[in-house]
């Protein structure tokens, strides 16, 4: 059994070119986000995500593609598969949200809260015994 300092998790973009390492367990949230924009991004229903400080996301492999997605957020992908790896914004600097669907096991992880849940699509049951938020609790 390895100590909590030498624990990690390893993830990776659908092609492999990304791969990115993070301790482990995680300190931050894990999300559910229902925001327009995550939705567009990904091409998905919704993007679950996980918070970690910015110096805790080691890079392996190709470095990720950046683009401002908004006046205050980028957004990071695979510059070969284009596949969705990291979200970062200006409100939050000192932390870095990761796709929780690309790392290397997702299933070892569960959500524990939906986020911007006043744009969540009305079919979609998502995990909707956890708590919602209108917003990002982080705001509040
Ligand atoms: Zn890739
Ligand atoms: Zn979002």
Known sequence: MNT???????????????????PYP??????HC???MCRRAAGAVAVTWFTVPNDELEM??????VYKSSA????GYCPTCHSP???WS????????VTLATLDDPSEFAAEMNIWTESRLPWLKLDSHLP??????DED
Do not use: Q
């Open 4 to 22: 909590a300092s030498s624990a990690s998790r390893t993830g990776h973009c659908l092609c492999g070119a990304v791969r990115y390492r993070v």
């Open 26 to 31: 995680f300190t931050g949230e894990i999300a």
């Open 34 to 36: 229902h925001c327009s």
């Open 60 to 65: 392996l492999g190709v470095p990720l593609e």
């Open 72 to 75: 205050e957020a980028e957004r």
């Open 85 to 87: 790896i990291s979200f």
């Open 90 to 97: 200006s409100k939050f600097p000192d932390t870095i949200d």
């Open 132 to 137: 919602d938020r209108e917003g990002d609790p």
